[in-house]
């Protein structure tokens, strides 16, 4: 009985991991799409997308406060756990993201991006001293040879970019940041709750945004492009941050942060076949042998867990 339970939720656990990492991985495409489409820079189109996904969050806060009264008030040091996991790991990672997305393909940002799973295990051995196995140095291996294969082959393709290592830059600190804010969250959730966390840290992270927006921009922005700079916006909000940001909090709860990073595998794949389909770029050899490579590492690191709980 006992099996068929634990089979259950993994089932379960499986089908919103992925189907969270699918609609995340939409996420450059529409960047790409609303950077030709309209030219708007990439603070304006995040701000855009936390202001489209801000009614969802507290709709979703108000529901949960007002069915859960049961639940234990946060401390104070959970509150600034939240808004520096909001702040420092949401709101920063998605800025260096949008901005990098303006210089790289979206095959590759995806690529340089799903770097977050190996850094997750450095930042547990520097500040948590969990030993790395020889299987996660295998990994670790096998990930950054992938990276190093796909980039190369991406800088023949893409010669002519004279931002393309900037934009390169800026999407691999986005993978550090961003692996930061789901070390924080692995911690956090199993003692705040997947709803609370999710809502508290998105709308910490959307105040951050709002407040650099304020300073750095002008809100004529949205006035040059008709109703399809919203239309981006929503999709944005809706489609490739509400939705998916709730089921990666429910999946983390379901079936643990490793097992999160061994099914988001799929986000890659997902983000170079659309890319090809909506954007027209180029699907070449090297790029596939650098993502087998990069998921095989994250599949090892991710086996290495199993087998440690196993035991």
């Given at each position: 009985?006992?099996?068929?339970?634990?089979?259950?939720?993994?089932?379960?656990?499986?089908?919103?991991?992925?189907?969270g990492?699918?609609?995340?991985?939409?996420?450059?495409?529409?960047?790409?799409?609303?950077?030709?489409?309209?030219?708007?820079?990439?603070?304006?189109?995040?701000?855009?997308?936390?202001?489209?996904?801000?009614?969802?969050?507290?709709?979703?806060?108000?529901?949960s406060n007002?069915?859960?009264?049961?639940?234990a008030?946060?401390?104070?040091?959970?509150?600034?756990?939240?808004?520096?996991?909001?702040?420092?790991g949401?709101?920063?990672?998605?800025?260096?993201?949008?901005?990098?997305?303006?210089?790289?393909?979206?095959?590759?940002?995806?690529?340089?991006?799903?770097?977050?799973?190996?850094f997750?295990?450095?930042?547990?051995?520097?500040?948590?001293?969990?030993?790395?196995?020889?299987?996660?140095?295998?990994?670790?291996?096998?990930?950054?040879?992938?990276?190093?294969?796909?980039?190369?082959?991406?800088?023949?393709?893409?010669?002519?970019?004279?931002?393309?290592?900037?934009?390169?830059?800026?999407?691999?600190?986005?993978?550090?940041?961003?692996?930061?804010?789901?070390?924080?969250?692995?911690?956090?959730?199993?003692?705040?709750?997947?709803?609370?966390?999710?809502?508290?840290a998105?709308?910490?992270?959307?105040?951050?945004i709002?407040?650099?927006?304020?300073?750095r921009?002008?809100?004529?922005?949205?006035?040059?492009?008709?109703n399809?700079?919203?239309?981006y916006?929503?999709?944005?909000?809706?489609?490739?941050?509400?939705?998916?940001?709730?089921?990666i909090?429910?999946?983390?709860?379901?079936?643990?942060?490793?097992?999160?990073?061994?099914?988001?595998?799929?986000?890659?794949?997902?983000?170079?076949?659309?890319?090809?389909?909506?954007?027209g770029?180029?699907?070449?050899?090297?790029?596939?042998?650098?993502?087998i490579?990069?998921i095989?590492?994250?599949?090892?690191?991710g086996?290495k867990?199993?087998?440690?709980?196993?035991?």
């Open positions: 009985m006992q099996r068929t339970t634990t089979a259950t939720l993994t089932t379960a656990g499986f089908i919103i991991a992925f189907t990492a699918v609609l995340f991985s939409t996420k450059a495409i529409m960047v790409k799409l609303a950077f030709a489409g309209t030219g708007v820079n990439a603070l304006s189109l995040l701000m855009l997308r936390m202001l489209c996904s801000l009614p969802f969050y507290i709709a979703v806060l108000w529901y007002t069915r859960q009264q049961q639940k008030p946060l401390t104070a040091k959970q509150w600034w756990q939240l808004l520096w996991l909001g702040i420092f949401y709101y920063l990672s998605s800025l260096l993201d949008f901005e990098g997305l303006q210089y790289v393909s979206a095959g590759l940002e995806r690529l340089i991006l799903f770097l977050y799973p190996t997750v295990v450095l930042i547990n051995l520097i500040f948590f001293k969990q030993k790395i196995s020889g299987v996660q140095k295998l990994a670790l291996g096998l990930t950054y040879t992938g990276i190093a294969i796909a980039y190369y082959a991406e800088m023949q393709v893409d010669f002519s970019n004279r931002n393309f290592l900037l934009g390169s830059f800026l999407i691999f600190l986005c993978a550090v940041t961003y692996s930061l804010y789901i070390v924080g969250s692995g911690k956090l959730i199993p003692r705040i709750g997947a709803t609370r966390f999710t809502t508290y998105m709308l910490a992270a959307t105040g951050g709002f407040i650099h927006f304020i300073f921009n002008n809100w004529t922005v949205f006035t040059g492009t008709g399809t700079i919203w239309i916006g929503l999709a944005l909000a809706v489609v490739a941050t509400v939705i998916p940001s709730f089921m909090s429910a999946a983390l709860k379901k079936i643990g942060s490793n097992n999160v990073a061994i099914i988001s595998s799929i986000g890659p794949v997902s983000t170079i076949v659309q890319a090809h389909f909506f954007l770029e180029r699907m070449h050899a090297a790029q596939a042998v650098g993502t490579l990069v095989a590492g994250i599949l090892l690191i086996w867990k199993e087998q440690e709980d196993a035991v």
